[in-house]
């Protein structure tokens, strides 16, 4: 009995030590000697070098003279700790109301806004934190940002068209916008508001 529990053991702390110890801290290693700020979480500096945020997690932009994510359903509303979706069904009052407030809200602060709304403007995504915006709801957003900043839309447009990224290998996903990448390079194209 004991040569069986004595080989259970050896194997247990042979199979924690590879596998809990050896194995994750040669994937880090690894990890930081090839992809070193993606493994230090991809974050983004302003101009003065200061980590503003990640180009991986949303956060929340109120001022007019900035594009605005989806909204979030983390925590209290873009909180990394606690990321998640609203768990609200199509069926739901209260994510109905959400939504028809946020609508309300942005056609609001969009006055000049043409078309539809976007619908990714009023619904979360899966995690809560998508950093990402269509082209599309991008766009929309344009001559609220243009007016905020005292620029012609012509040149907000242009911002926003040359930080839009394709698919991934031409098939995978949806052309996007990062929502921090593309307010970081208004701040440095127009100044700060």
């Known amino acids: 009995m ?12 042979v199979t924690l030590v590879l596998t809990g110890l050896m194995y ?11 992809f070193p ?8 500096s302003d101009e003065r070098g200061e980590i503003v945020g990640s180009e991986l ?3 929340g932009f109120a001022k007019a003279a900035y594009f ?3 909204p979030s359903a983390a925590g209290t509303g873009y909180d990394a700790a ?23 809200r942005l056609q609001g602060e969009n006055p000049d806004a043409s078309g539809w709304v976007p619908v990714e403007l ?9 950093p990402h915006l269509s082209p599309e709801a991008a766009y929309w957003q344009v001559p609220r940002v243009a007016k905020a900043r005292q620029v012609s839309q012509i040149r907000v447009l242009a911002v926003v068209e040359s930080l839009v990224v394709s698919r991934d ?13 593309l307010n970081l390079a208004l701040d440095r194209q127009f100044g700060r508001p």
């Open 2 to 13: 004991w040569n069986v529990f004595s080989i259970g053991l050896r194997a247990t702390v």
């Open 24 to 34: 994750p801290l040669a994937l880090t290693g690894i990890a930081q000697a090839l």
């Open 37 to 44: 700020a993606q493994a230090n979480g991809s974050l983004v």
């Open 57 to 59: 997690i949303a956060q």
């Open 68 to 70: 605005q994510p989806r």
């Open 82 to 104: 606690a990321s998640s979706g609203s768990n609200l069904g199509t069926t739901s009052a209260k994510l109905k109301d959400r939504i028809t407030a946020d609508l309300a």
């Open 122 to 130: 009023v619904t979360t995504s899966a995690s809560g934190l998508d």
């Open 169 to 181: 290998l031409w098939i995978l996903g949806e052309p996007r916008v990062n929502v921090l990448g």
